[in-house]
């Protein structure tokens, strides 16, 4: 029972790359989340599914598109990376809104 | 003002020590409250959820809220140097009629540094 798995761990790109940051959840939870992490900034939603078939920006959604493959599947898409795109990267999951959130191991992405 | 507010520390204290960690919020209606641990390069961990006024023990760790004066606390008995990480508080928004948004809002946490 893994809960939420992230790949890649690690990420170099440089700037106008692509590039698909995947999770996945064994949790049977209905709501996907996609955090980054930027020291003094604390996490800050990108874009989140609260269930299969939708999605919502979140508080910094510009630079990123994400899709919700299934229930356990939730991906986010990096069209043209820049600088300010280098961050640690978290997906999460909950039962429902109301609920605690379970957060993945974490991608570091450095924009060159 | 931020939604939601801690001291970023670091807070020090001696091993087998109580540690009391603090958050402050602004949204008068949250519902859901939670106190995530976060050790250096490493990703969140739930520690506590609180949904109502008062204490909740769980172990070592009590969490307690106060929604007349939103704020919730953690507090950390007997402290170990193991307990030393960043804790990050984290407040649902209610979003009215709709009930609780997806919209978890996080502190940017208080670094906690238990001397030996």
């Known amino acids: 029972n893994a809960g939420v798995t992230q790949t890649p761990k690690f990420q170099v790109l440089k700037t106008g790359q692509s590039m698909t940051l995947q999770c996945a959840q064994d949790?049977?939870?209905?709501?996907m989340y996609w955090y980054r992490q930027d020291p003094g900034m604390g996490l800050r939603l990108i874009y989140y599914?609260?269930?299969?078939?939708?999605?919502d920006k979140g508080e910094v959604p510009n630079g990123y598109n994400v899709s919700r493959l299934n229930k356990r599947e939730f991906s986010l898409r990096l069209e043209s990376a820049a600088p300010s795109q280098t961050s640690v990267y978290f997906c999460?999951?909950?039962?429902?809104?109301?609920?605690?959130?379970?957060f993945g191991p974490g991608t570091r992405l450095t924009v060159t | 003002q931020k939604e939601v507010e801690q001291n970023s520390g670091p807070l020090s204290v001696p091993e087998g020590a109580i540690a009391s960690l603090n958050c402050t919020y602004s949204?008068?209606?949250?519902?859901?409250f939670f106190w995530y641990r976060q050790y250096s390069g490493k990703s969140p961990e739930l520690i506590m959820s609180?949904?109502?006024?008062g204490d909740k023990e769980d172990g070592r760790f009590t969490a307690q809220l106060n929604k007349a004066s939103q704020y919730v606390s953690l507090l950390i008995r007997d402290s170990q140097p193991s307990d030393s990480a960043t804790y990050l508080c984290a407040v649902n928004l209610w979003g009215g009629y709709g009930g609780a948004t997806n919209k978890l809002i996080f502190g940017t946490g208080t670094l906690l540094a238990v001397q030996p």
């Open positions: 599914s609260a269930s299969e078939g939708t999605t």
């Open positions: 999460a999951t909950n039962r429902d809104s109301r609920y605690e959130q379970y």
């Open positions: 949790m049977n939870h209905n709501s």
């Open positions: 609180i949904y109502s006024n």
């Open positions: 949204d008068r209606v949250s519902q859901s």
